[in-house]
């Protein structure tokens, strides 16, 4: 829900204790070539 609302998947991974991004997106099932734009544009 949280990262429909806001987008932010450095907030997911930080919430789930996830190291790699890798790891969120699995749980999140969503695209890792997605995942890794939007967390381009997110600090890391």
């Keep these: 829900m949280i990262y429909r ?3 932010n ?3 997911v991974q ?3 204790g996830h ?3 890798e790891s969120t997106v699995r ?3 969503i695209d890792v070539d ?3 734009l939007i ?3 997110v600090e890391i």
């Design 5 to 7: 609302k806001t987008g």
């Design 9 to 11: 998947l450095r907030a």
């Design 14 to 16: 930080l919430l789930f």
């Design 19 to 21: 190291t790699k991004i």
């Design 27 to 29: 749980h999140l099932g």
């Design 34 to 36: 997605d995942a890794l």
């Design 39 to 41: 967390a381009d544009q």
